[in-house]
């Protein structure tokens, strides 16, 4: 086997205890969080036939351990895929094995108790960078149908396996199937006879080899989010690219791409205004993930500037609204940490927040979320914090507050 655990790997100490639990002031559905995938994800969800070439969890002659693919071995990073439960100082780009996480990152179980501790009423997840956060990696197997019935596995671990152990604590999410809008569209429709409410698709499928949204490839995939009312989450990062990249210069330290990972989310957005698909479908839910509010006001400015130069390009088919007005109407956004946008909010509208706690990535607000909502909106009046912590998603995901917790929040 290959080796993957270098000597940092090995001054790891036990996990931290677990926190106490936070008080609760509010019910908040995080729209941004992620799971790490367990070993055992496809055993269960899987044609007999596929069981012996299908990804799995294999160990590596130094104790550690990484992900088998048929072409290739993916090690689990710490500081991209789970960070909770460790001291800061521990932090860093070597793999773990999965009984080196805290059990919240990949058991369901100890996940609920995870969002119990922070005061989560629900969470909606996404996929880990193994997987990427629209499935790439299973999209891109060389075998055609090992790669669909491993997405169509993936989709029912999380029905079955995940969102259904707790369906009032988890908001369901399906990957898509990238390769065909025909197929895509119809795997929409059945799962959302099933419960799902969101799909995590690419920010720029382009990147990763696939049509942009400027042209009608992806109209099928599309009519069936609005018909079923599936929201589309576009995750900052989805595209397995930072644009940042192309205009810094070759030789910069990560950090200067880590800083400006949110110019994904704000490019991605006037792109996807100016592609007409929440023109041609009016009743499409966007939602930029992970996006932060910030540059929102930004954004509506320079639209609204821009205004007279699309009336004279041609370039805006729209005869019904602006490109502002497309923007407001079809366009969510999702953040945490971000005084100045909060600040902002009337710029953005309240009725366009939600929170996120992104358990469990470097940025997570686990266990403290609470207290960072408090910090940052707690002096705002009542019904924003409603808003903003749980009434928007609420509503754009079509998820109710758990009924057995909501006597538990200060609010209620």
């Not at 100490?13 to 992620?34: G, M, T």
């Not at 604590?169 to 799962?191: C, G, V």
């Not at 419960?195 to 080899?209: D, H, I, Q, T």
């Not at 070759?250 to 957005?269: I, R, T, Y």
Request: hydrophobic share 40%; charged share 25%.
């Amino acid at each position: 086997m290959a080796k993957s655990y270098p000597e940092e790997r090995k001054q790891l100490k036990d996990l931290l205890p677990d926190p106490e639990p936070a008080v609760r002031r509010w019910p908040i559905i995080s729209v941004d969080d992620h799971f790490v995938e367990p070993g055992d994800l496809f055993v269960n969800h899987l044609p007999s036939k596929f069981l012996d070439i299908a990804p799995r969890i294999v160990p590596t002659d130094d104790g550690g351990e990484v992900w088998k693919f048929p072409d290739e071995l993916v090690p689990n990073l710490m500081t991209t895929t789970s960070i909770v439960g460790r001291p800061v100082e521990e932090w860093g780009f070597f793999p773990l094995r999965l009984d080196e996480c805290r059990p919240g990152t990949y058991d369901v179980h100890a996940r609920v108790a995870d969002l119990d501790l922070a005061g989560i009423a629900a969470s909606l997840c996404f996929p880990s960078f193994i997987f990427g956060f629209v499935g790439q990696r299973l999209h891109n197997l060389t075998d055609p149908d090992l790669a669909f019935a491993c997405f169509r596995a993936y989709n029912d671990w999380i029905a079955e396996d995940w969102v259904g152990m707790y369906p009032d604590r988890f908001i369901p999410q399906q990957l898509p199937w990238m390769p065909d809008p025909k197929i895509a569209a119809a795997e929409i429709r059945r799962n959302a006879d099933r419960g799902f409410k969101a799909v995590s698709f690419s920010e720029s499928p382009e990147k990763l080899g696939y049509p942009s949204p400027h042209t009608k490839h992806w109209w099928p995939f599309f009519e069936a989010c609005e018909e079923t009312e599936t929201v589309v989450n576009l995750h900052i990062g989805s595209s397995s690219r930072v644009v940042a990249e192309d205009a810094v210069s070759s030789d910069c330290p990560g950090d200067v791409l880590a800083a400006m990972f949110g110019v994904n989310a704000l490019l991605a957005s006037v792109d996807w205004v100016y592609s007409g698909v929440p023109s041609h479908f009016p009743r499409l839910k966007i939602v930029l993930s992970e996006s932060r509010i910030d540059w929102v006001p930004y954004v509506i400015d320079r639209l609204k500037r821009h205004a007279y130069t699309t009336e004279m390009t041609g370039s805006w088919a729209d005869r019904d609204l602006s490109p502002i007005e497309v923007f407001q109407r079809n366009f969510w956004f999702t953040t945490l940490e971000d005084p100045l946008g909060f600040e902002l909010r009337d710029h953005i509208g309240v009725d366009r927040i939600m929170v996120e706690c992104d358990y469990p990535h470097p940025d997570t607000q686990w266990p403290n979320i609470q207290d960072r909502i408090n910090l940052e909106i707690g002096h705002l009046p009542a019904d924003e914090i409603s808003l903003i912590t749980h009434g928007t998603a609420s509503a754009v995901y079509r998820h109710k507050i758990p009924t057995l917790l909501s006597s538990t929040f200060g609010e209620i």
